[in-house]
C-alpha cells in the first residue's frame, strides 16, 4: 500500500515545475518520502466514505506541501556594534520533523518601513542551520523584527515566514531616550463563531481589541439595538479578547459601545442574514467535542471536516432535523495544537468553520542544572542538560543555548519553539505571550485559547481552489543541494527571452560552474551550491542578450506590526552601562573577535572531478606563448588555425582519435569559446591546466572534451571580458562564525587586567544529548554582575520540541 500511494505520488507533487525547470532529482524522491506518510493518513479516511470531498482536500494538500522556521536568537535587546546570534530550526509544517528538503535560509532584520537593514544567507544541514549578524554603526535605534524564511517557503503568503520582535538601539546616534506617545488609536473586531450572524439563531461573537502597534487592550461594554436597548454586555478576558452570545432579529440594527481606559468607541457590529448557518462548539467531557449546527434554509444534510496540521483527520455526515444537526469529534483523533473544523452543506460548500485548541499532551522535557545558583566574576560556570519525552523516556535531541544578563532593558521572556510550531505559526498576526495557552488544568487558560481561535484564526488555503481541483503555481523551487542564484535574460528589446542558454563562473582555484536555460519569463536558475562569502561572480550569455542577477530576498511582507520603540527614562543607567561596555569590549577585543572564526571544510571538488591530464606549468620549461604551451606539451589537445582564427581538438581517450567539434574551454572556471582569446594570453599567468579527454555531460551541456585553465590567484589574471560577460559581486551563504567565549582556568587568565565586558556569556547553536538524554557544557562569567539567564531551546528527529531556563546571579 505504501509503495502504490508513493510511486502514484510522484505523478502528483511538484512534477510538472520540475520537469518544467529540468530539475528533476534527489529532491523529487526526498519531497515524495515526506508527502507520502500523510498522504497515506489522509486515504486512510477516505477509503470509508463515497464522498469525494476528503479526497480532493488530500490531494490538494499534498501539492500544498509547506516548510516551518523557527528562530532562537542569543537574546532581544541589542546595542549597535553587538553581534545578533541565532538558530535556525526547519521543519516539515505536517509533523515538524526537521526537514532536509531545503539546504538555504534566508535571515532579515526588517524595520518599521518595511526596509532591510541586514541580510544573510544561512546553510542548512539536517533542519538546522546557524550564524550572526554584526550590528553596524549606521543602524538608527528601533523596534525591528527578525525573519526567516526558505526559497520554498516564499511560494506561500509571507504571514508563513517565522517573524520575532528584537530592539536596537545606537548609543552612538542621539536621542535614543524616549518617553511613551500619548497619542493612540484602537482596532475593535468582532468575529461570530463560524463566520457569520444569522437571524433568529444564537451566535457566540468574540471580540477583539488592539492599539495602533497590534498590542491587546483591555475593554468592557454593550451591545445595544435601534432602540438604545441594551442586548448584551461584554468583558475582556485576556490580552484583549473575550466573547459573549447574541441572537440577532430581522429588521435591526446593532451597534457596539466599547469602554476603554481613555476613551469610548461605537461600532456596527457585523450584519446579519436571513438565511444561513451558524455553528457552535463546545466540550463535552475530556475526551470529546459537540459540535452543533443551526440552519434556517431547506438543507437537509451537513458535512464535518477536520484537518490538523494539514492531514485529514475526520470526515461526518449527519442529517438536519429542525433546523438543528449535531457532531461528536473524538479528540483523540486530533493533533496536538490547532485543528480546523469546517461545515458544508448539501452541495458541498463551505458554510462554518472555525479552529480548534487541543493543548498536547507531550513534549520535549529539558531540565536544565547548573553547579550552583550564585557565581563569583570569571569564575566557571557547568550546567547539566536532561532530555526526555513520553514518561520520562530519555530523547536524543539537537539544541541551542544562551547565557544573558537581565536587566530593565532585557527581560527573561522569549520565544519558545514549543509554543511557535504547535500555535503561533498556525495564527496570523502577533500572539501575545503564547505559552500562556498551554498552561494545563486552567479553565481560564482554555477560555481564552477559545477566544483566540475564534479572533486569529485564518485559513491558509481556499476551498474555492480546492474544490475546483486547482494546480498550485511554484515560482520558487526548494535549495535542495545547496544556494540557488536567480537572474533575468532579456532580448535587446528589453523583453524576456526564452531558452536561452547561460552560464554563472565563481571564479577561483577550486572554481564553480553552474549552466541555466531560460524559461517563458526569461528566468534563469544557477545551481552553485557551495558558495560561501562575497565574491565576483561572472555571468555569461550570448551577445543578443542582457542578464541581471536578482534578489534571492522575498519581497512581499505580512502586516505583522512593530511594537512602539520608546527606552523608559528610568532605563537610561542601564542602557548608559551596557553602551561604556559594548565600546570597551570591541575595543579591547578587536583582534580575538576578528580572529574568532571558524570555517567549515567545504566541498573543493571540481564538478568534474579529477581531470584525465593535469599539467602544473611551473614543473615545465616556459614558453612565452600559450601557442607553445599547448602543441609542445599538452598532447591531448590539437591546435589549429583557420583563418587567422585558433581551435583546439581534444582527444579521446577510449578511441585515440580526436574530436570533430570544440571542446569546452574554461578560463578560471569561465567558459571561453574563442581559443583565441585563450592563445593570446600570458602563459606565465596560467598554474595549471586540465583535460578531460572524453564527450562530457554537465546539465545543458554536451562537449566533446573540457579544457580548464587556472591562473595562480583564480581571479580571471585581468583578462578583458567580451560582450555577454559581466561580472557581479554576490554574497553568498554566511560562513560559520565562533562565539568569543574566554577561560579562566588559570591564575595568570583570572589576574589579566583586560577587562571582560560580555552581557551574552555564552552562546551554542550545537548542544546535542546522545541516546542517554543527556549533555552538558561549561563557559565562564565575565566582569559584569547582576542576573543572567540560561535558556536552552530544541527538537527531536520525530518532531518534538521543548525550551526551559534557569536563572542565576554574578556577584563580586
Not at 528538503?101 to 534566508?106: E, H, K
Not at 460548500?349 to 499532551?361: D, G, H, I, M, T
Request: aromatic share 12%; hydrophobic share 35%.
Amino acid at each position: 500500500m505504501y509503495n502504490t500511494w508513493r510511486h502514484k505520488s510522484t505523478t502528483i507533487i511538484l512534477e510538472i515545475e520540475l520537469i518544467r525547470m529540468g530539475k528533476l532529482n534527489a529532491l523529487h524522491k526526498k519531497l515524495l518520502l515526506v508527502l507520502a506518510g500523510y498522504m497515506i493518513a489522509n486515504i486512510a479516511i477516505g477509503q470509508t466514505l463515497v464522498n469525494g470531498l476528503q479526497q480532493q482536500f488530500t490531494f490538494y494538500q499534498i501539492n500544498n506541501y509547506n516548510e516551518k522556521v523557527f528562530v532562537h536568537t542569543d537574546k532581544t535587546f541589542y546595542l549597535a556594534g553587538e553581534s545578533i546570534w541565532f538558530k535556525l530550526y526547519c521543519v516539515d509544517e505536517n509533523f515538524h520533523k526537521p526537514s532536509d528538503i531545503s539546504r538555504v535560509a534566508y535571515v532579515e532584520i526588517i524595520s518599521a518601513e518595511k526596509k532591510a537593514v541586514l541580510q544573510a544567507k544561512i546553510s542548512l544541514n539536517e533542519g538546522s542551520g546557524n550564524g550572526s549578524l554584526i550590528i553596524p554603526s549606521y543602524v538608527v535605534s528601533g523596534n525591528y523584527v527578525l525573519r526567516a524564511y526558505t526559497k520554498w517557503m516564499e511560494n506561500f503568503d509571507a504571514d508563513y515566514f517565522f517573524q520575532t520582535p528584537i530592539t536596537i538601539v545606537n548609543t552612538l546616534k542621539p536621542g535614543v531616550v524616549k518617553t511613551e506617545t500619548q497619542t493612540r488609536s484602537y482596532q475593535v473586531s468582532f468575529f461570530p463563531e463560524g463566520g457569520n450572524l444569522v437571524e433568529g439563531i444564537q451566535s457566540k461573537i468574540a471580540f477583539k481589541v488592539v492599539d495602533e502597534h497590534g498590542e491587546p487592550v483591555d475593554c468592557s461594554g454593550a451591545v445595544t439595538n435601534s432602540n438604545n436597548n441594551t442586548i448584551a454586555t461584554f468583558q475582556s478576558l485576556k490580552f484583549g479578547m473575550g466573547s459573549f452570545n447574541f441572537t440577532p432579529k430581522s429588521n435591526e440594527n446593532y451597534k457596539a459601545i466599547i469602554k476603554l481606559e481613555d476613551t469610548t468607541i461605537t461600532q456596527q457590529l457585523p450584519a446579519s442574514y436571513k438565511k444561513g448557518y451558524v455553528m457552535h462548539t463546545e466540550n463535552t467531557d475530556d475526551d470529546h467535542i459537540k459540535v452543533s449546527v443551526s440552519t434556517n434554509t431547506n438543507n437537509a444534510i451537513a458535512y464535518l471536516l477536520v484537518h490538523s496540521q494539514n492531514v485529514l483527520k475526520d470526515f461526518q455526515q449527519a442529517n438536519i432535523s429542525n433546523g438543528e444537526s449535531n457532531f461528536i469529534i473524538d479528540k483523540n483523533k486530533l493533533a496536538d495544537g490547532i485543528s480546523v473544523i469546517t461545515i458544508f452543506n448539501s452541495a458541498k460548500q463551505p458554510v462554518c468553520e472555525r479552529l480548534y485548541f487541543k493543548k498536547p499532551a507531550s513534549r520535549l522535557n529539558i531540565q536544565l542544572q547548573a553547579d550552583n545558583n550564585h557565581y563569583s566574576i570569571r569564575k566557571p560556570v557547568n550546567v547539566s542538560i536532561n532530555t526526555s519525552q513520553h514518561f520520562n523516556k530519555p530523547a536524543m535531541a539537537n539544541m541551542s543555548v544562551a547565557i544573558f544578563m537581565i536587566d530593565s532593558l532585557q527581560t527573561s521572556n522569549y520565544n519558545d519553539i514549543f509554543s511557535y510550531l504547535l500555535l503561533s505559526s498556525e495564527l496570523k498576526g502577533k500572539i501575545t505571550s503564547p505559552e500562556y495557552y498551554f498552561q494545563l488544568n486552567d479553565k481560564e487558560a482554555d477560555e481564552a485559547a477559545d477566544n483566540l481561535m475564534l479572533t486569529q484564526g485564518w485559513r491558509r488555503f481556499k476551498w474555492e481552489n480546492l474544490l475546483q481541483d486547482k494546480k498550485p503555481y511554484f515560482e520558487f523551487l526548494p535549495e535542495h543541494e545547496g544556494l540557488v542564484i536567480d537572474g533575468t535574460i532579456s532580448n535587446t528589446s528589453n523583453a524576456p527571452a526564452q531558452n536561452i542558454d547561460a552560464t554563472l563562473t565563481v571564479p577561483g582555484e577550486d572554481f564553480q560552474l553552474a549552466d541555466a536555460k531560460s524559461n517563458a519569463n526569461g528566468k534563469l536558475l544557477f545551481n552553485v551550491k557551495r558558495f560561501y562569502g562575497t565574491d565576483n561572480i561572472i555571468v555569461k550569455t550570448d551577445s543578443n542578450y542582457r542578464i541581471t542577477i536578482t534578489s534571492a530576498f522575498s519581497d512581499k511582507f505580512s502586516q505583522y506590526a512593530s511594537t512602539a520603540f520608546t527606552i523608559p527614562a528610568q532605563s537610561k543607567n542601564d542602557l548608559l552601562f551596557r553602551s561604556i561596555n559594548v565600546q570597551a569590549d570591541n575595543a579591547y577585543l578587536i583582534n580575538e573577535k576578528q580572529h574568532a572564526y571558524s570555517y567549515d571544510a567545504e566541498d573543493t571538488s571540481l564538478f568534474y572531478g579529477m581531470p584525465d591530464k593535469r599539467y602544473y606549468l611551473d614543473n615545465y620549461t616556459r614558453f612565452t606563448s600559450m601557442e607553445e604551451v599547448m602543441r609542445e606539451y599538452v598532447t591531448e589537445v590539437h591546435v589549429r588555425k583557420e583563418s587567422d582564427q585558433f581551435r583546439f581538438r581534444v582527444s579521446d581517450f577510449s578511441t585515440k582519435t580526436f574530436f570533430d567539434t570544440d571542446p569546452l574551454i574554461l578560463f578560471d572556471g569561465m567558459p571561453v569559446t574563442n581559443a583565441t582569446r585563450i592563445i593570446l594570453f600570458d602563459p606565465l599567468k596560467i598554474k595549471r591546466l586540465d583535460v578531460v579527454a572524453r564527450k562530457y555531460y554537465y546539465g545543458n551541456i554536451i562537449t566533446d572534451g573540457i579544457v580548464s585553465f587556472t591562473t595562480y590567484r583564480g581571479d580571471l589574471a585581468d583578462i578583458p571580458l567580451t560582450a555577454g560577460e559581466i561580472v557581479v559581486k554576490f554574497d553568498g551563504l554566511q560562513h560559520e562564525r565562533e562565539f568569543y567565549s574566554p577561560v579562566y582556568s588559570t591564575d595568570e587568565q583570572i589576574k589579566n587586567r583586560l577587562p571582560d565586558l560580555r552581557n551574552v556569556l555564552y552562546w551554542s547553536p550545537k548542544i546535542e544529548t546522545g541516546a542517554d538524554g543527556k549533555a552538558g557544557f561549561n563557559f565562564y562569567t565575565s566582569d559584569i554582575t547582576g542576573k543572567f539567564a540560561c535558556i536552552v531551546q530544541g527538537i527531536t528527529a520525530d518532531g518534538f520540541a521543548g525550551s526551559n531556563m534557569i536563572t542565576f546571579d554574578v556577584t563580586k
